[in-house]
């Protein structure tokens, strides 16, 4: 699907984002490139999936909802919505178990239809003036 | 201009960003719609004014650097990157005359070829880690 360039970019982004929300680590491998860049550091898919997988142990009912979706051929941004319960620290922040509702605004370089960079910005004071 | 949609919204973007980096305030209003809503607020472009001049009197260096830009008809994303030093607090974070480089990644809809939603997230976080 996406390695193959058949999808367009917005498609190919909520396959995406279903796969992350079905825990899906290993179907990664149809959207991430190898090698990428995550906030110009340079990562490995291992390294992602490994990102991932401590979001998923941190915040158990952690859902990807997009608020918006703008795509071209060579970039996709994303505003994602995000409303769960980290169950200790998220991000350096005690959280604690507390519910908090914050947004990542995100974008994202496609390369042969895989994603190979992140540049997100999450928005961590929201969360801060939650608790 | 921007309000009688004959530029294209990347063009359109790239004028408004122009206008920032000229401190032309008044010229705004070929930009933004007279009542908006930032972060989900409602304001007036009255308002977006005021917020923009508290910014540059704040950051009398302040320039705006488009790094990344994704468009379609309706919305607008871009990764904007900053590298100045503001005077005193910025977004209650006490500078006091330091040089920061940071990033906001924020999104637009726009109406009529002019901006009536803003949705920002600033990475603060960066900034505290530069201090």
Same sequence: chains 1, 2.
């Avoid at 952690?62 to 169950?87: E, Q």
């Amino acid at each position: 699907m996406g390695s193959k360039g058949y999808t367009d970019p917005e498609t190919m982004y909520r396959q995406y984002i279903d796969c992350l929300n079905n825990r899906s680590l290993d179907g990664l491998t149809a959207f991430v490139a190898g090698s990428l860049t995550y906030n110009d550091s340079a990562i490995t898919l291992e390294d992602y999936q490994g990102l991932l997988r401590q979001n998923f142990h941190d915040i158990p009912d952690l859902c990807f909802n997009i608020s918006l979706l703008v795509a071209n051929n060579g970039h996709i941004a994303a505003r994602l919505k995000f409303d769960c319960t980290p169950t200790g620290e998220f991000m350096g922040i005690a959280v604690k178990g507390k519910r908090v509702v914050f947004h990542e605004n995100v974008f994202y370089h496609l390369k042969e239809g895989l994603i190979d960079a992140v540049w997100s910005v999450i928005d961590l004071e929201s969360i801060r003036k939650q608790l």
